[in-house]
């Protein structure tokens, strides 16, 4: 059968950058399909300098299937650059890196958490590349985290063709996150903005961004019931709690806590969790 992949080209009227905004490469991960749509509805062609390429749902086939993988099991964000001949992933790779990626010079590429873990809204850049910590600082979610490329990632074979990538991580999987949506807006707006294809008064300046190299998870010591007791963002001590575990009648509770000081950058949702599990993820700032 035959399937589309949708593609909304917003072409302005004076030359400027192209650019793409990618989302639900991870068929679950759905908070970039209504980022690129008030994207597209703040953006007026106009006077918009350049060009956006908007791919809301790269896994098509995920998101039908309402999984983050393709039907054959394969995560689509390992299979990059992809090739003509290959697996359906395969090609799918290829496919966007022709007609998607060879066209621009910057990416924004959307995720969530995954698998009942929530995000704090985050960059994860190589933020040793100048142009690159621009953008990001332009964006100004609430933290940039410094990541290594992942091999067979649309950031990695992005990067390897000289494109400046930022991956936006917010919310978690089928979910849509209202504060994941109205930060991936206005972080997209304010990263077009700074490379000169919208007004630049339009969209408010933000607190700059803290800034980390390094996270650690913190995980569960038993099994049991699991409630948090700090939100996302919220700034931790080494020592402090972080989620109470616990049995059916509340006795044998067992704090999960801090082994470093740190911003709670993602964290379970589930209410049940089994040792071993990953409860928080504490990301050290150097401010
Ligand atoms: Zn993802």
């Not at 395969?90 to 060879?102: P, W």
């Not at 010079?105 to 873990?117: L, W, Y």
């Not at 080494?238 to 509770?253: H, M, S, V, W, Y």
Request: glycine residues 10%.
């Amino acid at each position: 059968m035959w399937l589309s992949l949708p593609v909304g080209v917003l072409h302005g009227s004076t030359p400027g950058p192209v650019i793409w905004i990618s989302g639900a490469i991870h068929g679950d991960e759905l908070n970039g399909v209504p980022i690129i749509r008030h994207v597209l509805d703040r953006i007026d062609p106009a006077t918009l300098s350049g060009t956006v390429l908007a791919v809301p749902v790269i896994n098509v086939l995920g998101v039908v299937q309402e999984s983050r993988y393709l039907p054959d099991r394969r995560d689509l964000n390992r299979c990059f650059p992809g090739s003509k001949r290959g697996s359906s992933a395969s090609q799918l790779a290829h496919l966007f890196m022709t007609e998607i990626v060879a066209r621009s010079s910057v990416g924004i590429d959307v995720h969530t958490g995954s698998g009942g873990k929530a995000n704090l809204p985050q960059l994860r850049c190589d933020l040793e590349d100048p142009e690159t910590l621009r953008l990001a600082r332009a964006f100004a979610p609430p933290i940039l985290m410094h990541a290594r490329i992942r091999d067979g990632s649309l950031r990695g074979a992005a990067t390897e063709l000289g494109k400046t990538v930022l991956l936006y991580e917010a919310g978690e999987a089928n979910r849509f996150d209202a504060t994941a949506i109205e930060t991936g807006v206005r972080g997209v707006m304010r990263v077009m903005q700074a490379l000169g294809m919208v007004d630049s008064s339009s969209e408010s300046a933000a607190l700059a961004p803290r800034i980390s190299r390094s996270s650690s998870w913190v995980r569960a010591q038993r099994t049991g019931f699991c409630e948090m007791m700090v939100s996302l963002g919220a700034e931790v001590s080494e020592g402090d709690t972080i989620a109470i575990i616990f049995g059916a009648l509340g006795r044998k509770q067992m704090p999960v806590k801090a082994k470093s000081a740190g911003v709670i950058i993602g964290h379970v949702t589930s209410p049940i969790v089994h040792r071993g599990d990953a409860v928080a993820n504490v990301a050290a700032v150097a401010d």
